[in-house]
């Protein structure tokens, strides 16, 4: 009798161990999803306060987003009826300078640039803009005479020669009413 008694104990502590690492699997799958989909949460919670605020998360939370959306939209919408925006145009003198090139044979020479501008500004900023002409103009010749030949190769060439200017213009401005640069002749020689 105590050999069928040690017997069933020793069956049911082996039972018992087999079942103790199944319970431990499987617990440990579903604590490790509520983790992850925990952790998920809180990164979006985050994620949408720093894009949109807490009063945006509270705004989208109560379904008020819209409203204020459309409010923001129809503010606009009248500030433009008041003030239309109307743009002018200044034509500056022709520049001529020079600029480094090289030649075929690598060396570095001297080339002329000439080059016909225009400023687009808003006429709203339109007086101090044409009272800093000449300032404008002296920056703009500082500029292309540190530019070379390579510089002004194909269209991106173009693009960042008249992203600088503009944004020399703003500069001696002092204000955002230089809208664009026209370039209406350049010629390289």
Same mark, same amino acid.
Request: hydrophobic share 35%; net charge negative.
């Given at each position: 009798?105590?050999?069928?008694?040690?017997?069933?104990?020793?069956?049911?502590?082996?039972?018992?161990?087999?079942?103790?690492? @199944?319970?431990?699997?499987?617990?440990?799958?579903?604590? @490790?999803?509520?983790?992850?989909?925990? +952790?998920?949460?809180?990164?979006?919670?985050?994620?949408?306060? &720093?894009?949109?605020?807490?009063?945006?998360?509270?705004?989208?939370?109560?379904?008020? &987003?819209?409203?204020? /959306?459309? @409010?923001?939209?129809?503010?606009?919408?009248?500030?433009?009826?008041?003030?239309?925006?109307?743009?002018?145009?200044?034509?500056?003198?022709?520049?001529?300078?020079?600029?480094?090139?090289?030649?075929?044979?690598?060396?570095?020479?001297?080339?002329?640039?000439?080059?016909? +501008? $225009?400023?687009?500004?808003?006429?709203?900023?339109?007086?101090?803009?044409?009272?800093? @002409? /000449?300032?404008?103009?002296?920056?703009?010749?500082?500029?292309?005479?540190?530019?070379?030949?390579?510089?002004?190769?194909?269209?991106?060439? +173009?693009?960042?020669?008249? $992203?600088?200017?503009?944004?020399?213009?703003?500069?001696?401005?002092?204000?955002?009413?230089?809208?664009?640069?026209?370039?209406?002749? +350049?010629?390289?020689?």
């Amino acid at each position: 009798m105590a050999d069928n008694e040690e017997k069933v104990q020793e069956e049911a502590s082996t039972t018992e161990e087999q079942e103790v690492p @199944k319970k431990g699997k499987l617990g440990g799958l579903p604590l @490790k999803i509520i983790a992850i989909v925990l +952790l998920s949460s809180i990164s979006l919670v985050g994620g949408l306060v &720093a894009a949109v605020g807490i009063g945006g998360v509270g705004d989208i939370l109560t379904g008020s &987003a819209e409203e204020t /959306l459309h @409010k923001e939209e129809t503010k606009e919408e009248h500030a433009e009826e008041e003030h239309p925006t109307s743009y002018s145009i200044m034509n500056m003198e022709e520049f001529i300078v020079n600029i480094t090139g090289r030649t075929l044979q690598g060396r570095v020479t001297t080339r002329f640039m000439k080059v016909k +501008l $225009s400023i687009v500004y808003d006429e709203e900023h339109g007086e101090k803009i044409k009272d800093r @002409k /000449l300032f404008i103009r002296d920056s703009f010749q500082d500029y292309m005479r540190q530019l070379s030949e390579k510089d002004l190769e194909g269209s991106y060439g +173009l693009l960042s020669l008249k $992203s600088e200017l503009l944004k020399r213009a703003k500069a001696i401005a002092g204000t955002k009413g230089p809208q664009e640069i026209l370039i209406g002749d +350049l010629v390289i020689q």
